[in-house]
Structure formats: structure tokens, C-alpha cells
């Protein structure tokens, strides 16, 4: 196969050299430019035809965001965000995601630049082979109605394109929704804005976990990133435990930690797993549909990476492979006192 054509937009000489510096030893992938600005990477990105970009959010002459907006509308392609892990830049990031981009990586600190980008390859890999969204086509979802609780809990993970699948799950909940727990891949300086990002479009209270947060219904807690994973600890009120440790399947916070820490609410649980590279969350979803837990992953055709749902599907984790738009349909019925069953109707 012909390796992966990257051009690299970013107004810092240090961080194209360093990135450049990553990706030169990954035969899947050839770097074949370098723009300082978005001016210039118009012209390369016309001359190289690129398989896809790293763009850097602020830059001179025109900002990452309005070039990026240029890009999507006038020849959309795969993009990773680079951009600073302050709150100026994570709110950029974000920003960038609701745009089109595929996905948002921080930019190291002068102590950390030695190792920094170390996952950019492989985001880059998924980023080539992404199912791009173009903003502006998903259809707007009310919340539900309705609903009364059974008593289950719900525990999502999420990578690569999450940020929208989850705002769109999130924008069917109820005020009074179950008690949702979430990991999404994500650096830590982004995380913070996301969950305030997220807290004022949907109907439930939003926040990032705190030790001892109680699992109520009307609760979303998104697990907050750094050195801690986010778990479950049962009691008669379930409540958050982050927990210190190192990398699970490659991430922290991780899915898998976040799915094993449920086992003992298995017959009181429903597992989703939506879009992201890599199998993160899906041999503990194995565990948890084995200890009675209704298990669901985002179809292939709604996935922007169809990585860690792909691995859930197929190893028999999942029991069913749900299109994002009817995901939070699906969730609730599972999580309703009505004997309304939809997921029935499409188990794979």
C-alpha cells in the first residue's frame, strides 16, 4: 500500500521539525510538505493533494478554525487538530471538532517535547481512513419523554469522534436520564471546556467526576482525565472513584478500567461503546455482557473510526451494533420500567 500523505500547517518551526521528527519512522507515513500558514498550505494543499492535514489552531495571517471552516466546505479532508491545552486553546479545539476536524492532539510543553505527538501516527493512520462529518447535516434531536428509570446504570466510552456522537446521545436524554458514566479520550486540558460545552446544550446535569459523586438519575459525570481513571465504587448509592494508575489499553483515562469497575452492577448496567480507534472498553464489555449487562456499540456507518466498537462487535462483547442517530432510543428503552425491548430488533 502506498504510505499515508501528510502536510503539516504550523506556524512554529519547532513543532513542524518535531512533528516531521515522529512521523519520519512510520513507513505508513510520508510527510510531503510544510506550510507556515494557512495561505501558504492552500497552495500545497492544491500542488501535494495531501491525504491529510495537521493543523495547528493558531497561526498569523488567518486562524486554524477559519481555514479549517475554508477546508471542509470547499475540499473536505481528514484533519488533526494541533492546538495548546489552555483554556483559549482547548476551547479552540473544540470548536475545531464541531467544524469537521477528526480529531484535536495538545501541544507539548517545553518539558514534555522530547515525547511529545507519540500517538499522533496512529491518529493520523484513522484519521486517513475516517468517515468525515461535515457540519451542519445531523438533524437536530429533542429530548425524551417520559421516561421513568428502572434502576440502571449506563457506562459509555468514546475516542476518536465522540465529542459529537456523544453530544448527539446526550441531546435525547431526559432531565431526569439514568446515571451516566463516561470515558472519552481526550488530553486533560481539554476536558474541562468539553464538559462545559456539553453541560449547556443537553437537559441533564453535566459535570466532570469527583470522588464520591453519587450515581443519581439525572447525573452525567465525564470521567476528568490526568492520572485518573474513572470507576465505579457499588453501595446502595453507587457512586465515581477516581482511581491513580498507569495507562490501561494504551489510554488514561481508560474504558476498560471504567467497564471492570462495573462488574458488580453487571444486572443493573447497560455498555456502550461508540467510535474510536484501537479496542479500548471492549474486552471488559466482554466481562460485563457475560455478568449480565446489556451491551451496545455504535454501527459501522455512523462511526467516524470504526475501531473500538468494530473489536466489540466482533468478538461477541456487543450484542448489537446501533446507528448513532437512534442510540439514545436504545439506552433509554433499556433503561425504562416500560417492556418496550427495542434493541431486540437488531441484534447482530
Not at 455504535?298 to 468494530?310: I, T
Request: proline share 8%.
Amino acid at each position: 500500500m502506498e504510505p499515508i500523505r501528510v502536510l503539516i500547517v504550523d506556524d512554529s518551526p519547532t513543532i513542524r521539525h518535531l512533528i516531521k521528527a515522529r512521523l519520519a519512522f512510520d513507513p505508513r507515513l510520508l510527510v510531503i510538505g510544510e506550510a507556515s500558514d494557512p495561505y501558504e498550505a492552500r497552495e500545497k494543499i492544491k500542488s501535494l493533494r495531501p491525504d491529510v492535514l495537521t493543523l495547528d489552531v493558531e497561526m498569523p495571517r488567518m486562524n486554524g478554525l477559519e481555514f479549517l471552516e475554508k477546508v471542509m466546505r470547499l475540499r473536505p479532508m481528514p484533519v488533526v487538530m494541533i492546538s495548546t491545552e489552555t483554556h483559549h486553546g482547548s476551547l479552540a479545539a473544540l470548536e475545531a471538532l464541531s467544524l469537521g476536524a477528526v480529531d484535536c492532539v495538545g501541544k507539548p510543553n517545553v518539558q514534555q517535547l522530547p515525547d511529545g505527538f507519540v500517538n499522533l501516527p496512529d491518529l493520523l493512520c484513522a484519521a486517513a481512513g475516517a468517515r468525515l462529518r461535515l457540519p451542519g447535516l445531523r438533524p437536530p434531536i429533542l429530548p425524551a419523554t417520559g421516561h421513568v428509570w428502572n434502576g440502571n446504570h449506563v457506562f459509555i466510552g468514546s475516542s476518536t469522534g465522540g465529542v459529537d456522537a456523544l453530544e448527539t446521545i446526550l441531546s435525547g436524554y431526559p432531565a431526569d436520564c439514568p446515571p451516566t458514566l463516561i470515558t472519552q479520550h481526550m488530553p486533560e486540558g481539554f476536558l474541562a471546556n468539553f464538559a462545559s460545552r456539553l453541560a449547556g446544550r443537553i437537559a441533564p446535569k453535566l459535570q466532570l467526576a469527583y470522588d464520591g459523586a453519587p450515581l443519581g438519575q439525572g447525573r452525567v459525570y465525564l470521567a476528568p482525565g490526568g492520572n485518573f481513571h474513572l470507576t465505579v465504587a457499588p453501595g446502595i448509592v453507587p457512586s465515581c472513584r477516581l482511581r491513580a494508575g498507569e495507562k490501561c489499553s494504551g489510554h488514561r483515562p481508560s474504558v476498560d478500567v471504567m467497564f471492570d469497575s462495573a462488574l458488580p452492577l453487571a444486572a443493573r448496567s447497560v455498555a456502550v461503546l461508540l467510535t474510536g480507534m484501537g479496542s479500548d472498553g471492549a474486552m471488559a464489555m466482554g466481562r460485563l455482557r457475560a455478568a449480565g449487562a446489556r451491551c451496545l456499540a455504535q454501527d459501522e456507518a455512523s462511526c467516524v473510526v470504526f475501531g473500538m466498537p468494530r473489536v466489540a462487535l466482533e468478538t461477541g462483547a456487543a450484542e448489537v451494533a446501533v446507528p448513532l442517530g437512534r442510540m439514545a432510543e436504545e439506552i433509554l428503552a433499556l433503561t425504562s420500567r416500560s417492556v418496550r425491548n427495542v434493541v431486540q430488533r437488531h441484534v447482530v
